[in-house]
């Protein structure tokens, strides 16, 4: 059966290799899009979007309990567990069926099966009908990641789960272990703490979401234990014992160990790049601890094969896959496209309270060698913060004293995660301390302690 032939071919959809296939049909190209489950990958289907959809639940029966303090009445409050996570789900379900429509729309080509890549140039599919084989000259790998299995913490569904249990939990833990308070872990203990299992988190680094700034982990921590969450840092679970409806952790801490109980375990300790049976160490391309080994264009160092996204390593994050499928669509037309900058890609994290970054931490600022200027202000002393009644937080940012270069920016509180994207744009657009200075927000907003924050570093803040 002859080849059928493209100008590319993208394996994976989720939002690193569809909004790759869109931009380049956009850009005149024939494309063939791969995957092996769902369209709109692990993002729409099982990550940042139906769990964002499970803890807004979480927010709102928080915030019903907090009723009383609005002037407002409510009682018997309760909620539906196969409700909340139905309701995930559909959420899912409707944005995975626009990734569809949006295929039909740009004349991609969809195959349903499993890729691999028997020579350059060409994709074979396996799919429920046979097999099907592409050729095309340019090839974008956008398989993803799944998560990391430590021996003898492997996942069983029932006592101990992964983030896709999680997400569509058989009941509701009433003793939780979260392994990790990376931004998965976390997320998954505010919204099962908030719901009200007795949740104990365990990190092996000596603070909780380790690749934030030092001092939002600290605020983060107060909230969370404040919450009823129990911290335990610098610890590892080195095995779980399971017995019937109930597991056995050993939790080592400072050369001892000591074990706890509990009914349920969400490990969530990182994520390994799917480089597996796809034919790519034959082609000749570098992997280095599951991730693809790509130059700054995602280029693998095979002629026409690129990868983005998760699988070409940190940050791993939807939206820096995208902007990669949007790079490299644009490098195979011929266009001149810039490539990314890690560090000007934020990084959000949906517990409660929020977190939001960009850019050099406090520490890493300084061990890259700039003197620096660093400004805070806080939630309390913002006007729509108190109306809203989230008084709870900070933004903090860090200049370069030489140059007044925005180098990092950290927030924690009520919507940091939409606020983050000012200071995103900023560095975009290399603002200095004074174009953001002579910036005028509107008020009342949250915004306004971004201004603030700048206006701190120098010190000229207003309302403090």
Same mark, same amino acid.
């Given at each position: 059966?002859?080849?059928?032939?493209?100008?590319?071919?993208?394996?994976?959809?989720?939002?690193?290799?569809?909004?790759?296939?869109?931009?380049?049909?956009?850009?005149?190209?024939?494309?063939?899009?791969?995957?092996?489950?769902?369209?709109?990958?692990? /993002?729409?289907?099982?990550?940042?979007?139906?769990?964002?959809?499970?803890?807004?639940?979480?927010?709102?029966?928080?915030?019903?309990?907090?009723?009383? +303090?609005?002037?407002?009445?409510?009682?018997?409050?309760?909620?539906?567990?196969?409700?909340?996570?139905?309701?995930?789900?559909?959420?899912?379900?409707?944005?995975?069926?626009?990734?569809?429509?949006?295929?039909?729309?740009?004349?991609?080509?969809?195959?349903?099966?499993?890729?691999?890549? @028997?020579?350059?140039?060409?994709?074979?599919?396996?799919?429920?009908?046979?097999?099907? +084989?592409?050729?095309?000259?340019?090839?974008?790998?956008?398989?993803?990641?799944?998560?990391?299995?430590?021996?003898?913490?492997?996942?069983?569904?029932?006592?101990?789960?992964?983030?896709?249990?999680?997400?569509?939990?058989?009941?509701?833990?009433?003793?939780?272990?979260?392994?990790?308070?990376?931004?998965?872990?976390?997320?998954?203990?505010?919204?099962?703490?908030?719901?009200?299992?007795?949740?104990?988190?365990?990190?092996? &680094?000596?603070?909780?979401? @380790?690749?934030?700034?030092?001092?939002?982990?600290?605020?983060?921590?107060?909230?969370?234990?404040?919450?009823?969450?129990?911290?335990?840092?610098?610890?590892?679970?080195?095995?779980?014992?399971?017995?019937?409806?109930?597991?056995?952790?050993?939790?080592?801490?400072?050369?001892?160990?000591?074990?706890?109980?509990?009914?349920?375990?969400?490990?969530?300790?990182?994520?390994?790049?799917?480089?597996?049976?796809?034919?790519?160490?034959?082609?000749?391309?570098?992997?280095?601890?599951?991730?693809?080994?790509?130059?700054?264009? /995602?280029?693998?160092?095979?002629?026409?094969?690129?990868?983005?996204?998760?699988?070409?390593?940190?940050?791993?994050?939807?939206?820096?896959?995208?902007?990669?499928?949007?790079?490299?669509?644009?490098?195979?037309?011929?266009?001149? @496209?810039?490539?990314?900058?890690?560090?000007?890609?934020?990084? /959000?994290?949906? /517990?409660?309270?929020?977190?939001?970054?960009?850019?050099?931490?406090?520490?890493?600022?300084?061990?890259?060698?700039?003197?620096?200027?660093?400004?805070?202000?806080?939630?309390?002393?913002?006007?729509?913060?108190?109306?809203?009644?989230?008084?709870?937080?900070?933004?903090?940012?860090?200049?370069?004293?030489?140059?007044?270069?925005?180098?990092?920016?950290?927030?924690?509180?009520?919507?940091?995660?939409?606020?983050?994207?000012?200071?995103?744009?900023?560095?975009?657009?290399?603002?200095? +301390?004074?174009?953001?200075?002579?910036?005028?927000?509107?008020?009342?907003?949250?915004?306004?302690? &971004?201004?603030?924050?700048?206006?701190?570093?120098?010190?000229?803040?207003?309302?403090?």
């Amino acid at each position: 059966m002859a080849a059928k032939k493209f100008d590319v071919v993208v394996v994976g959809a989720g939002p690193g290799g569809y909004v790759a296939a869109i931009r380049a049909a956009q850009l005149g190209k024939s494309v063939a899009i791969v995957e092996r489950e769902n369209l709109g990958g692990i /993002c729409l289907n099982w990550g940042c979007i139906p769990t964002k959809a499970l803890l807004r639940s979480a927010e709102v029966f928080h915030l019903m309990q907090r009723a009383k +303090e609005f002037g407002l009445g409510a009682s018997g409050l309760s909620y539906d567990l196969d409700a909340v996570v139905a309701r995930s789900r559909g959420v899912a379900k409707q944005l995975s069926g626009g990734i569809g429509h949006l295929m039909k729309k740009n004349k991609i080509t969809v195959f349903m099966g499993d890729a691999t890549l @028997p020579a350059k140039g060409k994709v074979s599919v396996k799919t429920d009908k046979g097999v099907e +084989e592409l050729e095309a000259p340019a090839i974008i790998l956008a398989t993803g990641a799944r998560a990391r299995i430590l021996p003898g913490l492997e996942a069983d569904g029932d006592l101990v789960w992964t983030y896709r249990h999680a997400l569509q939990p058989k009941r509701m833990p009433k003793k939780l272990l979260v392994i990790g308070s990376g931004a998965i872990g976390i997320e998954f203990a505010s919204f099962f703490n908030t719901l009200g299992a007795d949740t104990t988190v365990v990190e092996v &680094m000596d603070r909780v979401l @380790p690749v934030e700034d030092a001092e939002i982990s600290g605020l983060a921590k107060k909230a969370f234990v404040k919450q009823g969450m129990k911290i335990l840092e610098k610890t590892t679970v080195k095995k779980l014992d399971k017995a019937k409806g109930k597991v056995t952790a050993h939790l080592e801490s400072a050369g001892k160990t000591e074990t706890m109980e509990f009914d349920t375990v969400i490990s969530a300790v990182g994520i390994v790049g799917n480089v597996e049976n796809l034919g790519l160490e034959a082609l000749g391309v570098k992997i280095d601890r599951t991730h693809v080994v790509t130059d700054e264009f /995602c280029r693998t160092g095979v002629d026409g094969l690129y990868a983005i996204g998760d699988i070409a390593g940190a940050p791993w994050l939807a939206h820096k896959a995208s902007h990669e499928g949007v790079m490299v669509a644009e490098l195979i037309a011929g266009k001149h @496209p810039h490539p990314i900058k890690p560090n000007s890609i934020a990084g /959000c994290t949906y /517990c409660h309270p929020q977190v939001a970054s960009v850019g050099l931490t406090e520490a890493k600022a300084k061990e890259a060698g700039h003197s620096i200027k660093v400004g805070r202000f806080p939630f309390i002393g913002n006007g729509k913060a108190i109306a809203l009644g989230e008084v709870e937080g900070m933004i903090k940012t860090i200049f370069d004293a030489k140059t007044g270069e925005l180098l990092g920016a950290h927030m924690i509180g009520a919507e940091v995660t939409e606020l983050i994207q000012g200071y995103v744009i900023g560095r975009q657009l290399e603002a200095t +301390e004074e174009d953001l200075m002579h910036t005028v927000f509107p008020h009342p907003t949250l915004s306004e302690m &971004m201004h603030e924050s700048v206006l701190d570093a120098y010190g000229q803040v207003i309302h403090m």
